[in-house]
């Protein structure tokens, strides 16, 4: 898809709104703030606000973050509105401002929304992160260390630091021209990414030493009840991670992690080796995502749920073995 003019969009909106995808992860937190300093430092005269579910303490470090708005309870339309990482359906609150907007743009990864759900688009399921996608639409004559630094975290944070196969040599090169800005790259791998308090770890090791594999070892899946949860005294940001962990586990082509959000309501994260397309398994429970890593809400019983994801999952190592 077509890259837009930025600047040029903006250049006639005084009310600027921003948002991405509710639970945000470092993908979301990344670029919206990329996005949101951007454009508070191009158009210092305009009104620009940012709305997202309260973000993790690790990503205090962005500048600006104390901006963001975690309440939608406001009424107000704006000239344009910017959803980032995800398609409108997954803005949460904020869904009545971009469907109020006067005019909307979408900025988007993900392979089912493909098309983009604005008026005007730049969605790119080939790219490694919503991050990188913002940093293709700036003007690099405004970009500065503060700007640079948010766009990076969520470019690590999406590739697993340059891991995942949706790392390409674009996504490198950008790294390269983001760290050349002076932020202390290492620091924030470490304590972004890496950094768990002890009670994250221990819900971790709980995790794992309760997962079970199936589908003769091709296949791992842990479950975190809301008992579990509320014994160690955790949150959903508490469990960022776990599914890496059970997706690296030798011999395991997908691992399955959900945590029980409400009664018989489960939030799954899948992670795939290569060769089990999760996105598409997502997609058949109203979730999406991508090739390799994917999610959804579903409801059930644990095993209600597993058993309904194993079928999709089984189908397609089957037709590969085939």
Excluded: W
């Excluded at 993908?27 to 305009?46: A, I, T």
């Excluded at 913002?134 to 470019?155: F, H, Q, R």
């Excluded at 999406?158 to 002076?182: C, E, H, M, R």
Aim: aromatic residues 10%; negative net charge; glycine residues 8%.
């Amino acid at each position: 898809m077509t890259k837009f003019d930025l600047i040029k969009e903006c250049g006639n909106a005084n009310t600027i709104g921003i948002s991405g995808h509710i639970r945000p992860d470092g993908d979301c937190v990344g670029s919206c703030m990329g996005l949101y300093l951007y454009l508070k430092k191009v158009f210092p005269e305009k009104e620009i606000d940012v709305y997202l579910e309260k973000p993790a303490d690790i990503f205090q470090c962005i500048k600006g973050i104390e901006q963001i708005h975690t309440e939608c309870s406001e009424e107000k339309k704006f000239d344009l509105f910017f959803a980032v990482d995800c398609e409108k359906s997954r803005l949460g609150g904020a869904e009545k401002y971009f469907d109020q907007a006067e005019r909307t743009a979408n900025i988007d990864h993900h392979i089912s929304n493909e098309n983009g759900c604005g008026n005007i688009n730049y969605v790119v399921p080939t790219a490694s992160s919503a991050s990188e996608l913002v940093y293709d639409l700036l003007d690099e004559t405004y970009l500065d260390e503060e700007i640079a630094k948010a766009i990076y975290i969520g470019i690590i944070h999406d590739t697993g630091v340059f891991q995942y196969s949706n790392t390409s040599p674009k996504t490198l090169q950008i790294a390269a021209k983001l760290i050349s800005y002076g932020f202390d790259f290492p620091k924030i791998i470490e304590e972004t990414f890496y950094e768990k308090t002890y009670v994250q770890n221990q819900i971790l090791g709980r995790a794992l030493l309760e997962s079970i594999l199936f589908m003769d070892g091709r296949c791992v899946v842990s479950v975190i009840d809301r008992k579990t949860m509320d014994f160690y005294q955790v949150n959903s940001k508490d469990l960022d991670g776990i599914v890496n962990q059970l997706r690296i586990i030798k011999g395991v082509e997908c691992a399955i992690f959900m945590y029980e959000t409400d009664t018989l309501e489960y939030k799954v994260s899948m992670r795939s080796g290569g060769l089990v397309d999760v996105a598409k398994v997502a997609q058949i429970f109203g979730g999406g995502g991508h090739i390799r890593a994917a999610g959804c809400t579903m409801n059930g019983t644990a095993h209600d749920v597993v058993n309904n994801l194993s079928v999709h999952i089984e189908k397609q190592l089957e037709e590969i073995s085939d």
